[in-house]
């Protein structure tokens, strides 16, 4: 699941470390994570220390954002050039669809939030399709606000 709250067991399995960050951290990319967008974006999950950072690479741009901040960032050493080639490399080449689903908002106005129960991210007012990442207990895991965001299991249906 991309957007897991916790990675753990066989996850850790496919982590690469890639070296040292700017800051000093231990950057580890988790290879299992990487998943087609479009022609020029992949997200990802990659490691700073021990803190996870759902991100977004912009493949065109040789950058990557952080969902749960929205921060851009551009590499600052060769470990983060090199993770952002990885990612782009490896998520680009791939034909293998990405293991989202899609979801469909059937009752708006349906609120995403920043967490289950959390502060109001943006609301989907119309019937639409949403990518769904995974879940935490009955809250899916969406970027629908172009950040990490949660919505009730209750306002959405899936399509498969």
């Not at 090199?82 to 791939?94: A, F, S």
């Not at 609301?123 to 949660?150: A, E, H, P």
């Amino acid at each position: 699941m991309f957007f897991g709250i916790a990675a753990a067991g066989s996850a850790q399995s496919n982590l690469v470390d890639l070296g040292r960050a700017v800051g000093g951290q231990q950057v580890r990319l988790d290879m299992s994570s990487l998943q087609r967008v479009s022609d020029r974006s992949v997200d990802f999950l990659y490691y700073l220390g021990n803190d996870a950072r759902y991100s977004q690479a912009n493949c065109n741009a040789g950058s990557w954002t952080t969902f749960l901040d929205g921060s851009v960032h551009y590499p600052q050493s060769d470990t983060t050039a090199r993770m952002v080639q990885i990612v782009c490399e490896e998520g680009l080449g791939t034909t293998q669809a990405p293991s989202t689903t899609r979801w469909v908002v059937f009752d708006p106005p349906s609120n995403v939030r920043d967490r289950p129960h959390g502060n109001i991210q943006c609301v989907v007012n119309s019937q639409r399709t949403i990518n769904v990442y995974g879940s935490q207990g009955d809250w899916l895991i969406t970027d629908t606000c172009g950040s990490q965001g949660f919505i009730h299991n209750s306002q959405v249906r899936s399509t498969r």
